[in-house]
Every structure is written in structure tokens, then in C-alpha cells.
């Protein structure tokens, strides 16, 4: 009996170059915060306690949803409004296992946590750089889908 060799979807997204996590703490104000996103043009900020861990994120939908048509003051801090519910992902899932947490969530990004450490964030366009470098020629080779008017 031969062992099918690992694909490409049974890579761990540990191996991946993974994106720096833009980083804010729990008691900083909306208003650096949002400075910081928009100067890194990153939609998605994680929030860290007094002990450096991760404890919520931040994202633009967050933006729309929490400060947006509001009163919101800038003053406020953003451990008062940061999402504590977020999905995140082990270095030791598979591309497979990740994309489809992205796609089930509806997600354009997951942070990657080895314990309590944050290792950086996938996003689809580390997926897609990836895919990129594995199947070249069939990427670039790709006829141009059409959509119907």
C-alpha cells in the first residue's frame, strides 16, 4: 500500500508568511485607533490586554456597526467596544481547514494564536500569493470567465 503524498491543502498555514498583526491595547481611544488603522490601511485590529494577550478585535464592519450614525465619542476606549467574539485559527490547521473557516464566516482574514502568542494574520491574499507560487502557469493561463449581462 503507497501513502498518498501531503497536497498542497494539507500544508499547515503555519508555514505560510503570515501577515504582522496590527495591535492595539484595551485602553486605548477609538480615535488613535481608528488613526492606526486608517494610516496602515489594515481593516482588522487586535486588541490586547494588560498581559500583551489577545483579548478582541476591531475590524471596518465594526467601525460601521459601533461608531458610524452614532455619539459615539473618540475619547471612548476600544476595550468597551472591541468584538470579544473572534474567530481564530493554530498554525497546525490546514490551508483546507482555513479557507474554509474564511468562507463559512464570511471572513476576509484570521488571526493565527500558537497558545496565548499571536503569530500574525492569514489573509486572502497571503492564500492567494501562495497559490500563486505553487500553480503559476495555471494561474496566469486562466481563459477570462464571462458573466452574463
Not at 478585535?57 to 468584538?83: C, P, Q, V
Not at 497546525?92 to 481547514?97: F, G, M
Not at 496565548?116 to 486562466?142: A, H, K, M, R, W
Request: glycine share 4%; with cysteine.
Amino acid at each position: 500500500m503507497t501513502i498518498a503524498p501531503p497536497t498542497l491543502w494539507d500544508e499547515t498555514i503555519g508555514h505560510l508568511t503570515l501577515k504582522p498583526a496590527l495591535t492595539a491595547s484595551v485602553s486605548d481611544e477609538l480615535g488613535s485607533c481608528l488613526d492606526k488603522m486608517k494610516t496602515s490601511s489594515d481593516p482588522f485590529l487586535v486588541i490586547l490586554d494588560e498581559d500583551q494577550h489577545p483579548a478582541g478585535i476591531y475590524t471596518e464592519r465594526d467601525i460601521m456597526n459601533s461608531f458610524i450614525g452614532t455619539n459615539l465619542s473618540k475619547e471612548t476606549h476600544i476595550g468597551a467596544i472591541m468584538n470579544h467574539h473572534f474567530i481564530c485559527a493554530s498554525p497546525n490547521q490546514t490551508i483546507r481547514e482555513a479557507m474554509k473557516l474564511l468562507s463559512k464566516n464570511h471572513l476576509n482574514q484570521l488571526l493565527v494564536i500558537e497558545s496565548t502568542t499571536i503569530l500574525g494574520v492569514l489573509t486572502v491574499e497571503v492564500l492567494l500569493d501562495y497559490l500563486s507560487e505553487c500553480f503559476p502557469e495555471e494561474l496566469i493561463n486562466q481563459p477570462p470567465q464571462r458573466t452574463s449581462v
